[in-house]
């Protein structure tokens, strides 16, 4: 059995609206992962703030083992919103208690790419819409360039501070894992949340190539579009 205490940083009473309804589906939360994984005991820490930002409603994080913290904007609360980005914490939980949340860009990557799944096979739906960003062309060979670099540009790969756009990073751990699931159907995110990072670096590695082969295929055909317009001009008149 896990035990969990939830701290409700409430002294100004930011929460007070919402305080049955964040602890019901904490409560939900932490019931539905359970039934897919082992999760480690841990403090979940809740506070409110004001992000008016189209995704500022609820930011999570678990910065070291055992502790989840949750930021809300109490009029913007949605209990199954805020079930899934618990949930998605509760992956990186039980990674911490592993090889740990990474350093390299490889390592974060699979883990933000566990984390994806996990919500998947706990909650069901759709991918999260961080999930499912369309990174730009040449991406995946610049993460496989970086990925054992051990300064990982968090801003840069997931927070579309710099060259990337937002979610690119999280978008391509979710690809990695949804190969590495397919080609391995008796997986789940759950089973592999402690599974060190280096081996799904051949993962990334193929599907660079794929990218790689598709785009010169691209060009290649455009060239072979491009021969008989030249060569056969329209005619005048």
């Given at each position: ?87 998605r ?47 730009a ?12 670099r ?46 060190p ?16 082969q ?11 579009d ?12």
């Open positions: 059995m896990t035990f969990w205490h939830i701290h409700l940083l409430n002294a100004r009473h930011a929460l007070t609206p919402v305080l049955s309804e964040i602890r019901q589906a904490s409560r939900d939360a932490v019931a539905r992962a359970s039934d897919h994984a082992d999760l480690p005991d841990f403090d979940l820490v809740i506070r409110a703030h004001q992000d008016r930002s189209a995704d500022g409603a609820i930011q999570g994080q678990c910065p070291v083992p055992g502790i989840i913290e949750i930021a809300l904007t109490p009029d913007r609360f949605d209990p199954a919103m805020f079930t899934r980005a618990l949930v914490q509760m992956a990186h939980l039980i990674r911490r208690e592993g090889p740990g949340y990474g350093k390299s860009l490889g390592e974060v990557l699979v883990s933000e790419g566990l984390a994806g799944h996990f919500v998947l096979q706990v909650m069901g739906g759709p991918a999260e819409a961080i999930d499912t960003v369309r990174p062309q040449g991406a995946m060979r610049q993460a496989l360039n970086e990925w054992a051990r300064d990982c540009d968090h801003g840069r790969w997931f927070n579309g501070k710099g060259d990337l756009r937002k979610g690119t990073g999280s978008s391509l751990g979710h690809r990695l894992i949804a190969e590495h699931l397919a080609q391995n159907p008796g997986d789940s995110a759950a089973v592999l949340a402690r599974a990072a280096e081996p799904f670096r051949q993962i990334l590695r193929r599907i660079a190539a794929a990218e790689g598709a785009a010169e295929g691209q060009q290649d055909t455009g060239q072979a491009q021969g008989p317009a030249d060569a056969n001009p329209p005619s005048e008149g």
